[in-house]
Each structure stands twice: as C-alpha cells, then as structure tokens.
C-alpha cells in the first residue's frame, strides 16, 4: 500500500502489539492496539442508568441524557438515495456514484452515534465509582418489529461494551444486575418509574448484581 499520512501523531512503535486497517465508504482508518496503564479512581460514588428509547439514558442523580437519534433524523434522506438508485446499472459509474453517497450517509449515521455513545460512557466511567445498569435482552427487544429501529439507533449494547473496558480503563466498578428482578414491583410509586425513568434509575443501585 506504501506510506499512510495520518492526521494524528502515532504511539511509539515498541508499544504497539497489533494494527488494524479498515475502510468506510471512500476514507482509510488505522486503528493500534497498545498497552495502557489503568487509572486510579478514588470516587466513591454510585449511579444508575436506566437506558430508554424516548431518552438515551436517565441517571439516578436525575441527569437525562438525549439520544442522537442519527438514523430517525437521516431516514428520509437515506430513503430518496436508496430510491433514486434503484434503476440504475449494476456495476455502473452512476451506480457506483450513487453507492459511495449512500455509504456516507451511513457513515456519518455511524458516526453520530458512536460519538454520542463514547460521551456517555466517559462522562459515567470517569466521574463515578460503581455504575449500576441492567442486563438487558437486546436480541429479544429487536424482535418488536415497532421498536427494534429506534433500539437500534440507540445502542444499547454498544453503550455496555464500551462502559466493560472503559470501567476497567479509568479503575470504576461496573455492576449489571439481573433481568428478571422485580424493579418496578419494589418501587413505592411505580408510575413515576414509569413515567420519568428517575425512580427506577435508583432502584438500580440496590440491586443485585445478574448471575
């Protein structure tokens, strides 16, 4: 392939263990895997998330955090360039003209969520000392037909992957508990939970941790 500018400075080469190059639509990334020492976190306190579709996350401190919603808000965009493309030859200079716009289409939808997903888990991981979520059946939520789009747009399991090894990263606590505990049945006033999400945010920090 030859020589790569890069835009960020590169780790020093005894510290890298493995490189991955990747493409998205018309650009080149390179990605390093290099050790890294854990940082300590001396903070002692305990959050809740409680993740939503209407709402990204609701914090036990009763902080919301917004969803992008990337792919709600470029749907109808990505519709009209799937249509428009839709008569064109195979294998064409107009229908590959046309895959490139619909790749980065899909490449900044990606990107936003990602970007609004790596904030959350930071924000959680560095300035908390246990977080507390739940052990959500992502796979069996996507079978709703209704809703498996907006979970989707949303990430959920992204967002618990990212907050495994950033917890690890920055010497937090991540605790999942289980599933199939009675949350909202221990809940003195269910219907807030229901309706704000802030209740039973809290009610995950008593939680017991998922098996």
Same mark, same amino acid.
């Given at each position: 392939m030859g020589?790569?500018?890069?835009y960020?400075?590169?780790? !020093? ?9 990747s493409r ?14 854990? !940082? ?12 939503? *579709?209407?709402?990204?996350a ?6 919301v ?11 109808t965009?990505?519709? /009209?360039?799937?249509w ?15 895959q ?5 289409l ?6 936003? /969520? ?11 991981a ?5 977080? *507390? ?34 917890c ?9 508990v289980? /599933? ?26 008593q939680l017991?941790?998922?098996?």
């Amino acid at each position: 392939m030859g020589k790569l500018k890069t835009y960020e400075k590169l780790p !020093q080469l005894d510290k890298i263990k493995s490189v991955t190059l990747s493409r998205q639509a018309d650009r080149w990334f390179i990605s390093f895997k290099i050790d890294t020492q854990i !940082q300590e976190n001396h903070n002692t306190t305990v959050v809740g998330v409680d993740l939503g *579709v209407k709402s990204l996350a609701t914090l036990s401190t009763g902080e919301v955090i917004e969803g992008a919603k990337a792919y709600r808000k470029n749907k109808t965009k990505l519709s /009209r360039l799937q249509w428009i493309n839709r008569n064109k030859i195979i294998g064409s200079k107009n229908w590959r003209k046309a895959q490139l716009k619909i790749a980065r289409l899909h490449r900044r939808i990606c990107n936003i /969520r990602k970007d609004t997903i790596h904030k959350l888990t930071s924000l959680l991981a560095k300035n908390h000392g246990t977080i *507390v979520i739940e052990d959500l059946n992502v796979s069996g939520m996507m079978k709703n037909h209704k809703l498996a789009g907006a979970i989707a747009d949303m990430g959920f399991y992204e967002i618990r992957r990212q907050l495994e090894y950033k917890c690890k990263l920055y010497g937090s606590k991540l605790v999942v508990v289980d /599933r199939w505990f009675p949350s909202s049945k221990t809940c003195s006033n269910w219907r807030d939970c229901a309706k704000t999400g802030k209740l039973y945010a809290k009610e995950l920090t008593q939680l017991p941790k998922a098996s």
